[in-house]
């Protein structure tokens, strides 16, 4: 059991490669996606207190660090871009991916990434509201990011982040008005 979770483990490395096409704030560099876990997980342990302390802390946080270690395989899909056959990719890397660990293991981990994939159960429903909100938040902290370079307009950011709202409706007003300082800014088009 411990071979195969170190495997597992030096796959999961390969995460740290995978670049997304937000940068962290103040730097020129584009995040990877451990670096993305990485602060979903601290957002997590962060916000649940002050949102939703009834939710299993615990639960978030494993969704929040697996979520994207399909990555190392479907690689990272542009949320406003096409889609394509981003799901089916997914698929078949959880497969492989979630298969190297021992069969004692392997099924929560899948049930896991399944469970924020669906995003239907309240923790998996804020692990979402986290994933949507950390790009907004490093995209308005580095005078707009990605969102130029992109052409994004407000539209596409408060349709992609409207899960958030039905999350925490204080969080929310955070994001409409972050949202639109970015048009104010010319960091968005309106």
């Keep these: 059991m411990i071979n195969s979770a170190l495997r597992f483990i030096l796959e999961c490395e390969k995460l740290k490669g995978i ?44 969704m929040v660090i697996l979520h994207d270690i399909v990555e190392i395989d479907a690689g990272d899909t542009f949320c406003y871009g096409d889609q394509g056959d981003k799901a089916a990719k997914e698929q078949a890397a959880a497969a492989r991916i979630f298969g190297l660990l021992h069969e004692s293991i392997a099924p929560e981990f899948i049930q896991l990434w399944e469970e924020f994939e669906q995003g239907a159960t309240p923790e998996a429903k804020f692990a979402n509201a986290m994933d ?10 580095n005078s707009g990011g990605a ?4 052409g994004i307009s407000i539209d596409q ?3 992609r982040n409207r899960n958030i709202e039905a999350v ?6 955070h994001v409409t008005t972050l949202a639109g300082e970015a048009v104010a800014a010319g960091w968005l088009k309106s």
């Design 19 to 62: 670049e997304r096409r937000c940068r962290p704030v103040g730097l020129l560099r584009r995040e990877n996606s451990a670096e993305h876990s990485w602060s979903l997980a601290l957002m997590t342990m962060t916000l649940i207190p002050a949102i939703n302390p009834s939710l299993d802390t615990l639960r978030v946080l494993k």
């Design 168 to 173: 925490s409706p204080e969080l929310w007003q």
């Design 157 to 159: 950011v408060m349709s």
């Design 132 to 141: 949507r909100l950390l790009p907004l938040l490093q995209n308005h902290a």
């Design 147 to 150: 969102w130029p370079e992109h």
